[in-house]
């Protein structure tokens, strides 16, 4: 009876110490509620339209686009932005894409995603996701398109 009762205590505690272990990971590298992170993706961006039937852009043709990330103040690399959009409605001034973009910063990646009208805009994406230090990423991210995109992500932590 003794023996048993050993056992089951030992059980218990490894039990216990391995949810410990699981909960302390899952919260390390957390951001902290109401980070606000500011980047700008400049003009030295690549991008791409993919005219996937070679027919002109249409439904499903892509934008793809990959560029360096700036402070706010643009003197600092910061990261790099990748994009990859499909075409969501007729591509003429108003049309609108389907777009995720993936912004790789020293400590992690950022991951949103959102409807982005053709030209010059000001729009909401979701925050998706992360990697690193913002692996457990929720909130939005406004994007503010015009000569450059300043890019705001506004974390819930």
Do not use: W
Request: glycine share 12%; hydrophobic share 40%; net charge negative.
């Amino acid at each position: 009876m003794g023996k048993r009762l050993v056992i089951s205590l030992v059980c218990a505690a490894a039990l216990a110490a391995t949810m410990v272990g699981i909960s302390l990971a899952q919260g390390a590298g957390s951001t902290a509620p109401g980070q606000v992170i500011h980047v700008v993706s400049g003009p030295q961006s690549h991008s791409e339209f993919l005219d996937f039937a070679n027919d002109g852009l249409d439904f499903g043709d892509r934008l793809v686009s990959r560029g360096p990330l700036f402070d706010e103040s643009r003197t600092t690399r910061v990261g790099t932005a990748h994009l990859d959009c499909v075409i969501a409605t007729p591509v003429l001034e108003g049309g609108s894409f389907n777009c995720t973009y993936v912004l790789k910063l020293e400590d992690g990646d950022i991951m949103t995603h959102g409807i982005d009208p053709q030209g010059p805009s000001r729009v909401l994406f979701a925050v998706t996701g992360g990697t690193g230090s913002y692996r457990h990423a929720t909130g939005q991210a406004e994007y503010i398109d015009t000569d450059v995109t300043n890019i705001i992500i506004d974390l819930d932590g």
